[in-house]
């Protein structure tokens, strides 16, 4: 009895578990990109066209549904925040939330003496923990054009990795539930033998 309930129990987690990890490998997740943040001297207009940038790069990775402006500018009314806003964690959580995302990103342009440094994180709505981060230093301002584009690929490859680790363990449930299938199969078989022989052994009794 122990037996077959310990074999309900792990059918049944792996089940569950194929779902997740099945929903996991198919899903693109839904993230929202907050405006840049600038600290310092430096140009707006190159945070601006490298917000669009980054954004255009996530969508081209197909890995991510980006919220779109309307939605995320909507959210940030309602919550009376403005595009220039220095967002915290706490506070970039909430428009994220508001917007329906899973994941919200904030990135931050800190303009230094002779260089300036680029910040981007990716924080787990539900969770509060940051999923990736990245940095990258700039020598002149049009540097950050290209940078938030390599970090975007990054951040695809980090859930490309996940989703592969996903796909791999999927592969590994299903074949274990394949062998659990077989072992099973050959336990009837074997039942129908024994049961067979005690027949046998009946009528030769007889």
Not at 119 to 135: D, H, L
Not at 183 to 197: G, S, W
């Amino acid at each position: 009895m122990r037996k077959k309930l310990t074999v309900l129990i792990a059918m049944l987690v792996g089940t569950i578990f194929n779902i997740t990890a099945a929903e996991f490998a198919s899903q693109e997740k839904r993230v929202a990109v907050l405006p840049f943040t600038i600290k310092g001297k430096f140009d707006p207009l190159y945070a601006e066209v490298a917000l669009d940038n980054f954004i255009t790069r996530l969508i081209q990775g197909k890995v991510y549904r980006v919220v779109e402006r309307s939605q995320l500018d909507k959210a940030m009314k309602e919550l009376k925040f403005q595009s220039g806003n220095d967002f915290d964690e706490s506070s970039a959580m909430e428009v994220g939330k508001l917007a329906g995302a899973e994941i919200v990103v904030i990135g931050i342009v800190t303009a230094l003496k002779d260089q300036a440094v680029v910040n981007i994180r990716g924080i787990s709505v539900k969770t509060g923990i940051a999923e990736f981060a990245e940095k990258d230093f700039l020598r002149t301002q049009e540097d950050l054009l290209t940078s938030v584009e390599k970090i975007a690929d990054k951040f695809s490859q980090v859930i490309i990795a996940q989703k592969q680790r996903a796909e791999a363990e999927l592969a590994r449930q299903r074949q274990m539930e394949q062998a659990r299938e077989l072992a099973k199969k050959r336990e009837l078989e074997m039942a129908k033998q024994r049961e067979a022989e005690l027949a046998r052994q009946r009528e030769l009794e007889l």
